[in-house]
């Protein structure tokens, strides 16, 4: 029998067989199409033998890139491109290491400490919190002191914006006498400790302003009065125990932290140390990442960018980054970084 053709090309029924390649005369070439089935040593999947003889084109950056982790931010894109030549072994490396930053760091509470304090009109007790990481050795350990009614405090505003997360989270109550004797202080230690213990096992209220305002806020608000008083090196010792904690606190969003480092910037950079403020300020950039919108962005760069050219670093890629965040976006003379740093924790 003849070969069939339709007599017009759009008349070519949608079912259509292919036949047979013909032989090579390239032995190579035909041991190659050979091997090229599933289940043969030379299989590549589809897509590779489609692409077989083509020149590779660079991978456009898809959309899942923007989310790798549980708790990082869209920074995968400028990661992978520079390490798209990987081998198989150096990209599962690559990516165990990547992981390994995602998992949820996990603290540890306890209640080391309690102290009578006597006031002109009050007595209370004052509890010492040391808070520590899981896991490995934590060289930054954590000690802050809080009273009874700053525990209280919390539980009022997590009701109130938590009610049903916490429901079944126990405070322990408060007596009307007997609030200074050793038994009753040692009893509240272990159920303070409970307390923060299961507070922090609830993920959203971890990650609440107020649970990470109790831990952080009181040593802030100090040390950035002692910032707008001048006295950076007081204020330097408060930031320096402070950042870690609030680091590990706020590792799902880095960007919280931004404040905290910049304050610690402008108080290096005028104690003249200007090698330790552009190392606290680079920081602060990796945690802003490309986030132009951010108020403390280009007040950043631009400080960046004055340390640089006084260090002899390169301050023209930092002038170019804050230059073209503005040609993007237009807007009339803002804060400059001390200006910006000293409004916050006013209050």
Same mark, same amino acid.
């Given at each position: 029998?003849?070969?069939?053709?339709?007599? +017009?090309?759009? +008349?070519?029924?949608?079912?259509?067989?292919?036949?047979?390649?013909?032989?090579?005369?390239?032995? /190579?070439?035909?041991?190659?199409? $050979?091997?090229?089935?599933?289940?043969?040593?030379?299989?590549?999947?589809?897509?590779?033998?489609?692409? #077989?003889?083509?020149? !590779?084109?660079?991978?456009?950056?898809?959309?899942?890139?923007? =989310?790798?982790?549980?708790?990082?931010?869209?920074?995968?894109?400028?990661?992978?491109?520079?390490?798209?030549?990987?081998?198989?072994?150096?990209?599962?490396?690559?990516?165990?290491?990547?992981?390994?930053?995602?998992?949820?760091?996990?603290?540890?509470?306890? /209640?080391?400490?309690?102290?009578?304090?006597?006031?002109?009109?009050?007595?209370?007790?004052?509890?010492?919190?040391?808070?520590?990481?899981?896991?490995? @050795?934590?060289?930054?350990?954590?000690?802050?002191?809080?009273?009874?009614?700053?525990?209280? #405090?919390?539980?009022?505003? *997590?009701?109130?914006?938590?009610?049903?997360? /916490?429901? +079944?989270?126990? @405070?322990?109550?408060?007596? *009307?006498?007997?609030?200074?004797?050793?038994?009753?202080? $040692?009893?509240?230690?272990?159920? %303070?400790?409970?307390?923060?213990?299961? %507070?922090?096992?609830?993920?959203?209220?971890?990650?609440?302003?107020? @649970?990470?305002?109790?831990?952080?806020?009181?040593?802030?608000?100090?040390?950035?009065?002692? %910032?707008?008083?001048?006295?950076?090196?007081?204020?330097?010792?408060?930031?320096?125990?402070?950042?870690?904690?609030?680091?590990?606190?706020?590792?799902?969003?880095?960007?919280?932290?931004? !404040?905290?480092?910049?304050?610690?910037?402008?108080?290096?950079?005028?104690?003249?140390? !200007?090698?330790?403020? @552009?190392?606290?300020?680079?920081?602060?950039?990796?945690?802003?990442?490309?986030?132009? =919108?951010?108020?403390?962005?280009?007040?950043?760069? +631009?400080?960046?960018?004055?340390?640089?050219?006084?260090?002899?670093?390169?301050?023209? $890629?930092?002038?170019?980054?804050?230059?073209?965040?503005?040609?993007?976006?237009?807007?009339?003379?803002?804060?400059?970084?001390?200006?910006?740093?000293?409004?916050?924790?006013?209050?």
């Amino acid at each position: 029998m003849g070969k069939l053709r339709p007599k +017009d090309p759009m +008349d070519a029924p949608v079912t259509t067989f292919s036949l047979p390649p013909p032989l090579s005369a390239d032995p /190579i070439r035909e041991n190659s199409q $050979s091997m090229a089935h599933p289940g043969s040593p030379g299989w590549r999947g589809p897509t590779a033998q489609c692409m #077989a003889g083509t020149k !590779p084109k660079a991978p456009a950056p898809g959309p899942e890139l923007s =989310s790798v982790g549980p708790e990082e931010h869209s920074d995968a894109h400028s990661s992978l491109s520079s390490n798209s030549s990987m081998t198989t072994r150096e990209l599962q490396e690559y990516w165990r290491t990547r992981k390994c930053r995602w998992r949820h760091v996990k603290l540890l509470f306890e /209640i080391a400490s309690a102290r009578i304090e006597e006031r002109r009109v009050s007595k209370f007790v004052m509890y010492q919190i040391v808070v520590i990481q899981t896991g490995s @050795f934590d060289s930054n350990k954590a000690i802050l002191e809080r009273r009874y009614s700053d525990f209280e #405090a919390l539980q009022k505003k *997590l009701l109130k914006t938590f009610p049903e997360e /916490i429901e +079944d989270v126990v @405070f322990p109550k408060k007596h *009307l006498m007997g609030n200074f004797t050793e038994e009753m202080i $040692s009893e509240r230690k272990l159920a %303070l400790k409970e307390y923060l213990s299961l %507070l922090y096992a609830i993920r959203c209220v971890r990650r609440s302003r107020e @649970f990470i305002d109790f831990l952080t806020r009181p040593e802030l608000k100090e040390a950035f009065g002692c %910032l707008r008083a001048g006295q950076y090196t007081k204020a330097l010792d408060i930031l320096v125990h402070v950042v870690p904690l609030q680091e590990k606190l706020t590792a799902h969003c880095p960007v919280m932290l931004v !404040p905290t480092l910049c304050a610690m910037l402008v108080c290096h950079r005028d104690l003249e140390r !200007p090698a330790e403020a @552009f190392a606290v300020g680079e920081r602060a950039l990796q945690c802003l990442q490309a986030r132009e =919108s951010h108020r403390y962005y280009a007040p950043l760069l +631009d400080a960046m960018a004055r340390l640089a050219y006084t260090l002899g670093k390169d301050f023209v $890629s930092l002038q170019e980054r804050l230059e073209e965040s503005q040609l993007r976006k237009p807007a009339p003379r803002g804060f400059t970084l001390k200006e910006l740093t000293v409004q916050e924790y006013l209050c």
